[in-house]
């Protein structure tokens, strides 16, 4: 859980953070809300998250949008999920525009309707020379799925001769997955899973392996800048070590 340690402007920032925006449904329901509406301000909490992102010095976040796994909730859920895109277009694309943020895909789109799709290339196309903060967007994601595609390619390339088996190491298997193309930033420094739930989800497995990590109970429509940037302060005064000890 997120402690009491404000965020400082003079410490660093992660260049990286990923985003697990749980907990819209049960804040719906909570307040004798559709389903839906919850998923409706959670977009609008992701407009905030990403701007007080941008203010802070992040270079990528990347946001838990639509799993592999969603295709299983009711249909009707399901096709108000696929109309957030239009939303984002409509709503909130101009202010992404204005804070020169760029929007890219982590996913897949297959069985995305073709609709969706349009408007999330119309998404990318729109801010592709933008030059600050990447929105990376994982929709149709999942990280089993994502290793499969990329163990595939990998394979495919050794038997085209293209690639040696004792040539493949992590870089080999990073370089096949949605991320690869955040370069530098492909991993994340932090993790945040809002609503209080303490899994991973089928996200970023790879990508996560030295991650910090918080969980807090915060659900996602009530994500503001104040609760961004006490995750942000919480992960400032982590001690990262990556399997080293201090000295």
């Keep these: 859980m997120v402690e009491e340690r404000k965020y400082d402007p003079s410490l660093p920032v992660p260049k990286h953070v990923a985003v697990i925006m749980d907990g819209n449904g049960r804040w719906a329901q909570e307040r004798g809300l559709k389903r839906t509406d919850g998923h409706s301000e959670g977009l609008k909490a992701l407009k905030r998250v990403v701007i007080a992102a941008h203010k802070m010095g992040i270079k990528v976040l990347t946001a838990y949008a639509f799993s592999t796994e969603n295709w299983k909730r009711p249909l009707s859920e399901v096709n108000y999920l696929m109309s957030l895109p239009k939303v984002l277009n409509d709503e909130i694309l101009p202010d992404l525009i204005e804070n020169n943020v ?100 089928n996200y970023l497995l790879w990508q996560l392996a030295y991650s910090e990590m918080i969980f807090t109970d915060t659900k996602w429509p009530d994500f503001d800048e104040a609760v961004m940037q006490a995750c942000i302060g919480e992960f400032q005064h982590r001690n990262r070590r990556f399997g080293k000890i201090d000295v």
Aim: glycine share 8%; aromatic share 6%; net charge negative.
């Design 102 to 201: 760029q929007v890219r895909l982590s996913g897949s789109f297959d069985q995305v309707p073709m609709g969706t799709k349009k408007y999330i290339q119309n998404a990318m196309d729109q801010t592709k020379h933008n030059t600050g903060l990447i929105l990376n967007i994982a929709f149709n994601y999942g990280s089993r799925d994502e290793i499969t595609k990329g163990v595939r390619e990998i394979a495919q390339a050794v038997v085209d001769g293209e690639l040696r088996v004792k040539d493949i190491n992590e870089d080999t298997i990073s370089n096949h997955l949605y991320t690869a193309q955040l370069g530098e930033f492909a991993d994340p420094d932090l993790m945040i899973r809002s609503s209080g739930e303490v899994r991973l989800s």
